[in-house]
Each structure stands twice: as C-alpha cells, then as structure tokens.
C-alpha cells in the first residue's frame, strides 16, 4: 500500500522458536552451569589483560603466541565439557518445554473430555494447603474458588432435569475410577531443589493470561511412580487403587541421584515394585488433586 494509507498484514508462523538453535541456546546456558559446578578447571581466572590481545581489533592474519595459547584453552574448555558429559540433555529439553507451555493455551476438549473433566478459568494462583505427602509439605494449587467444569458453571443449570454432564459433575472420584492424562503434552514434570515434583500444566492458560507463569503443583516423591504410572499408560486409563508409591527403602537414593533437577534420573520410574502402593487416602487425594486441576479425566466411574 502507499504510505498515505493504512495496511492490514497476517502474519502465520510455524515451528516458531522451534530449532535446533533455540534448543542448544537453552542447553548451552545450563552446560555452562554445570561444567562451573562440576569442575574447577572452569572457574580459573581468565589470563590478565587477555583483551589487550583478544577481540577483533586485535584479529590478524598472524597471531601471537597469547592470542593463540587464549583460544586453545578457549576450545579445550568446550571440547572438556563434551567430553566429562557436562551436557545436561534431559533438562535442557525440560526448560525448553516449560518455555513453550507458558505461552501455549489449553487445548481444545471434545465433548466426551468435557464432560469428563474440569476445566478452570485462569485466576491469580492462591495458596491451598493440600498437604500430600509423607513430609506435610505446603503445595501450590491452581484452584481458585470460581470453577466452570465442561463450560458451565458449577450449579448454573436452570433445567429442571440433570444432564449427563452435571451427572458427572456431582460423582467423586472412587478407587475403582479409571482415570487418564488429558493430554500426553499438557503437564511437565520436573525436579525442584527442595526434593518435590512440580507438575507443571497449562490447562488454566488462556489467550489473555499468555506469557504469564503456567501453574503448577508440588508433590512428595513419593508420588513419582504414580506420575510415571499415568505418563507411561498414556492413552490407557489407570485405577486409582492401581496407583503405586515409592519403595521406602529406595527414596533416599532417589533423592541422592536426582539433586540436579531430575538431569541423572527419572521421576520414580522403577521405583515401585510388586506390592508399593500408595495408601488409599493417597491414592485419592493424589487423583483429586490432578484432577481439579484440569490435568485428569474420568474413562470410567
């Protein structure tokens, strides 16, 4: 158009930030990182006054000894960290997910989903003290006090009869449910500092809250296995009585092995054997929990 009048440009996007180069720009960074933590050759001081012989002022075709002693160092350093395995892969790819859930928006339910599951409105995040777990911990929930379940409003219904889906509505989760994942991509898991899961989703995200921090819950890791379960069953379904636990004697080692963000191990995987099941009163409130949170659906009641 001319410069005197307005235009009107659509723009589409595919695999926007979605290259290699974004994902070793992420794993990069936290390579760094953990070469730092790892190993002392790279927190050395760098050579004194290196920028008198370093930078592309100071480029030519003939460089000297400095400037040549600098950059294999320089290359020495990045083919150490390869080589010692300081290459976080696992969180590199759990950083660059959670980057894209918190600009993604919650994914469209058919009917059957909806009237299987709860659906939130995003709300600023309050706390709820749901304390699962062994250690009374203090959980983050994504809850707020207004919830819409299948699109309608909790009790809005003015029929004089109920619906399937308000059928539904007034049932609760039993041990005998069967219950499923949503989505296989709607949650990621993660390994926090304070030895708890942060089940991360984006099923309260809508267009006007994109950017903002995705919400999440916190959970024991006693509750890994139970994660694994429902992530490997996927799309299968899950009874809630089937739901397994940590095995005690291995949940110090699993603290141990995945002090570094779940970057040396899963999440519980293998953990639970024959027999480690989480109490029934764990086993509701862990399907509860997910399920309010809109991260769950009931096949079967």
């Known amino acids: 158009s001319s410069s005197s009048s307005s235009s009107l440009h659509l723009i589409l996007s595919t695999n926007q930030h979605n290259t290699w180069a974004d994902f070793l720009a992420v794993l990069l960074s936290r390579a760094v990182d953990m070469a730092c933590t790892s190993d002392i050759s790279y927190r050395y001081t760098l050579p004194r006054k290196f920028t008198n012989y370093m930078g592309l002022m100071h480029a030519t075709d003939r460089p000297d000894e400095h400037r040549l002693n600098?950059?294999?160092?320089?290359?020495?350093?990045?083919?150490?960290?390869?080589?010692?395995?300081?290459?976080?892969?696992?969180?590199?790819?759990?950083?660059?997910?959670?980057?894209?859930?918190?600009y993604r928006v919650r994914p469209f339910l058919n009917e059957y989903q909806r009237r299987r599951a709860k659906t939130t409105t995003r709300k600023p995040r309050p706390y709820d003290n749901n304390n699962i777990g062994n250690n009374n911990k203090r959980f983050?929930?994504?809850?707020?006090?207004?919830r819409r379940i299948g699109g309608d409003a909790v009790g809005s219904s003015k029929k004089k009869g109920r619906t399937t889906r308000e059928r539904h509505q007034q049932r609760q989760i039993a041990l005998k449910?069967?219950?499923?994942?949503?989505?296989?991509?709607v949650i990621r898991i993660t390994l926090e500092d304070n030895n708890v899961y942060r089940?991360?989703?984006?099923?309260?995200?809508?267009?006007?809250?994109?950017g903002n921090e995705s919400d999440y819950i916190e959970l024991d890791l006693t509750f890994g296995p139970a994660l694994n379960m429902l992530i490997e069953a996927y799309p299968s379904t899950v009874k809630v009585h089937e739901l397994p636990?940590?095995?005690?004697?291995?949940?110090?080692?699993?603290?141990?092995?995945?002090?570094?963000?779940?970057?040396?191990?899963?999440?519980?995987?293998?953990?639970?054997?024959?027999?480690?099941?989480?109490?029934?009163?764990?086993?509701?409130?862990?399907?509860?929990?997910l399920?309010?949170?809109?991260?769950?659906?009931?096949?079967?009641?």
């Open 70 to 102: 600098f950059t294999k160092k320089a290359l020495d350093l990045i083919e150490r960290m390869v080589r010692k395995g300081y290459i976080p892969l696992d969180q590199a790819a759990d950083q660059f997910a959670l980057d894209h859930l918190q």
């Open 199 to 210: 089940v991360t989703h984006c099923m309260s995200n809508t267009r006007c809250a994109i």
């Open 245 to 289: 636990a940590l095995n005690p004697n291995n949940n110090n080692d699993n603290k141990a092995n995945n002090n570094d963000n779940g970057a040396n191990g899963g999440y519980g995987a293998g953990d639970a054997h024959d027999g480690d099941l989480l109490d029934p009163d764990q086993q509701l409130r862990f399907a509860k929990l």
């Open 291 to 301: 399920f309010e949170a809109g991260v769950l659906m009931v096949t079967k009641w």
């Open 177 to 185: 449910t069967r219950i499923k994942l949503i989505g296989p991509d």
């Open 140 to 146: 983050l929930s994504s809850l707020s006090d207004e």
